[in-house]
């Protein structure tokens, strides 16, 4: 209760402190969700000094760039590095390297370089190369089987 001596006050009063409590409490609630503001994209950091400072700071900041929670982030980055290899180079870190692909699939690049790719990635002449077995196949008693 917002007041403490509520002892000679009548049921009407009662209910009045009740709501004012109840406004102020309203009131709170409205300013530290949408008046009080954790800076979010303020960074003078790059690369992986900026990565880590989006998985440690404001909740949505991760979000924002990468369209997935921080715990997220962490276990894609983690089950990349332990269980598929990755690694990075002289220049650039694992987790820049995951931060970045994931920003540009979170922001639809992935989209543009799946439509690129049906220009890009076919074979020369389509319908020679999907109707014909290869020589080296069709000679190859290890794999012809297959392919009858």
């Keep these: 209760s917002c007041f403490h001596n509520m002892d000679n006050i009548d049921e009407e009063e009662f209910y009045f402190y009740q709501d ?8 709170e609630y409205y300013h530290d969700t949408y008046l009080v503001k954790t ?8 690369g992986n000094r900026w ?8 909740e949505s900041c991760c979000y924002r760039m990468f369209r997935m929670e921080k715990h997220v982030f962490v276990r894609l980055y983690n089950d990349l590095q332990d269980n598929y290899g990755l690694t990075g180079s002289k220049n ?9 692909f994931v920003h ?14 049906i220009d ?8 020679k190369t999907l109707n014909e077995i290869p020589d080296e196949i069709s000679r190859d008693t290890r794999y012809m089987p297959h392919f009858k």
Excluded: F
Excluded at 20 to 27: E, H, K, N, S, Y
């Design 39 to 46: 800076p979010c994209m303020n960074s003078d950091q790059t």
């Design 92 to 100: 650039i870190c694992p987790a820049e390297i995951v931060g970045m």
């Design 51 to 58: 990565i880590m400072e989006l998985l440690v700071g404001h």
């Design 20 to 27: 004012v409590c109840l406004l102020l409490r309203t009131v």
């Design 120 to 127: 890009v990635i076919k074979p020369p002449d389509p319908e």
């Design 104 to 117: 540009m699939l979170g922001h639809g690049v992935g989209n543009i370089v799946c439509r690129m790719a």
